[in-house]
């Protein structure tokens, strides 16, 4: 079964929604929000958005294993998600992937800190004000160590904000959640002092 016949399939009526009815002002939202074109966002029946990265989703997923694509708390950051990085600030973990199974260990320690980020905002119906990656080591990773002029430590700890082009570092000799937490409260308190990129 293709990806587009498992979309037709589970009757995707949000993007008919979308069409039919005009939704009024719902297009300017998307459009005043930074995305990259071609963009395919994913709604469910109500309208409501599912993904603004359907066609990452898409491109990961080419058998549509894991539609309709709920995002995930804490990604693996990779060529085709590394996009997400220019949406707003982003929390990345850089760890020696060279170590077996460090980058799994390393989502284990964030994720209970993003879900409860990102439960506390939708309770808010808000969008979570920070993504979280988790970055090995591979050439993508060198290239954003470049550009943002990060040092090669691992474990590393930073939000990156390329729109704002700041960045936090906090280079501990160990990521423990309690550091994690700390560090993400303050960036959210504003008692963070951005560096530039």
């Known amino acids: 079964m293709t990806c587009w016949t498992r979309m037709c399939a589970a009757k995707m009526t949000g993007l008919l929604l ?31 958005v599912i993904t603004r990265q359907g066609r990452v989703e898409v491109l990961n997923d080419i058998e549509c294993r894991e539609f309709p694509w709920h995002p995930k708390p804490v990604l693996e950051l990779t060529d085709s998600n590394a996009v997400q990085l220019n949406e707003g600030p982003c929390l990345v973990l ?30 808010k119906e808000e969008e979570a004000p920070l993504l979280f990656f988790v970055a090995g080591e591979d050439d993508m990773t060198d290239s954003l160590r470049d550009y943002t002029n990060l040092p090669e430590a ?44």
Do not use: H
Request: aromatic letters at 6%.
């Open 18 to 48: 979308l069409c039919r009815k005009g939704r009024g002002g719902f297009m300017e939202e998307f459009m005043a929000a930074k995305m990259c074109i071609p963009t395919l966002i994913v709604l469910d029946s109500q309208g409501e």
């Open 94 to 123: 850089f760890v020696d992937s060279e170590d077996d199974g460090e980058s799994e260990a390393a989502k284990q320690l964030i994720q209970p800190i993003a879900e409860k980020i990102i439960a506390k905002y939708k309770a």
């Open 154 to 197: 691992a474990p590393l700890l930073t939000i990156l904000d390329m729109s704002a082009r700041a960045k936090y570092v906090m280079d501990v000799e160990e990521i423990t959640p309690e550091i994690v937490e700390a560090f993400v409260s303050d960036f959210l308190a504003d008692k963070l002092k951005p560096e530039p990129i």
